[in-house]
């Protein structure tokens, strides 16, 4: 079996690393946490790796927008050798606050026609105006990110206050005729949230929840995968088991998929 080695950006508000190595580990990858100093000083290093992470946390506090400082602080030291690495056959993940990182460093959306580097898009203030954490469902909408194959309807946690994702009219055109847009949140019978709270946790234009490059294989979230990764951690749990006495509590949730897909893409 290929294990690939996964490279998990640390430091500075970024809280979720341990989480998300532990589930690429349990999906057969080598993950390795580290700290985004170390890898500015040897940004050499991220060339040994198959997959680049930024999980989520608040790196940095938000204290410039969410995702800003340690974008800028990316692009003016790792941008070379990040344009190296997504030019190959790697993949890179953003979870929520990652996910703000990516698309603030404009390697999402990233697009055929305009290529990397431009900021585009934007995760802006949930409509609420509060930091929301609750579970929502989520359709895939048809895109080519490699981390949703075989993937049709995910149940997972957000836990963010900077969650709305926005585009102007031109980039959302383009974002769905290259197929770019990942996920979006719907209701229990899949059926579009159409912007209604709590279905739509933040108000994103289109339901968007997700997005991928247009070749798929980078992918930005603003929900956690990684603690919906066990069947346990899901709220309904308690219920489940109770009714269900033979399920292991290490029985897979619906979070798995998405790491184990980028695991076996290099399989």
Request: proline residues 6%.
């Amino acid at each position: 079996m290929v294990q690939p080695k996964v490279l998990l950006l640390t430091g500075y508000g970024i809280n979720c690393e341990e989480e998300t190595a532990y589930a690429f580990e349990a999906c057969g990858a080598r993950p390795r946490i580290v700290h985004v100093n170390d890898l500015i000083g040897a940004p050499q290093q991220l060339a040994e790796y198959q997959i680049f992470v930024v999980p989520g946390g608040f790196s940095y506090g938000d204290d410039t927008g969410s995702g800003n400082a340690l974008a800028n602080k990316m692009r003016h030291t790792l941008w070379p050798e990040l344009m190296e690495f997504v030019s190959a056959d790697r993949l890179v993940l953003g979870i929520c606050n990652g996910f703000q990182v990516l698309v603030n460093l404009g390697l999402l959306p990233g697009s055929r026609k305009n290529g990397f580097g431009e900021r585009r898009a934007a995760l802006i203030a949930n409509c609420s105006a509060r930091y929301e954490c609750r579970w929502v469902n989520l359709a895939a909408a048809g895109s080519e990110a490699v981390f949703l194959r075989g993937v049709d309807s995910l149940f997972l946690p957000v836990a963010h206050g900077e969650g709305r994702f926005f585009a102007p009219p031109g980039t959302l055109a383009e974002l769905r005729e290259e197929r770019q847009i990942a996920l979006r949140y719907v209701d229990a019978e899949k059926r579009p949230a159409a912007g209604r709270f709590p279905l739509n946790p933040n108000g994103s234009v289109d339901d968007i929840a997700a997005v991928c490059a247009a070749e798929g294989r980078i992918f930005g979230l603003m929900p956690h995968p990684e603690r919906a990764f066990r069947l346990n951690q899901l709220p309904s749990w308690p219920e489940f088991s109770a009714l269900n006495s033979g399920v292991s509590w290490e029985a897979e949730g619906p979070g798995k998929i998405i790491f184990a897909n980028a695991v076996d893409y290099f399989s």
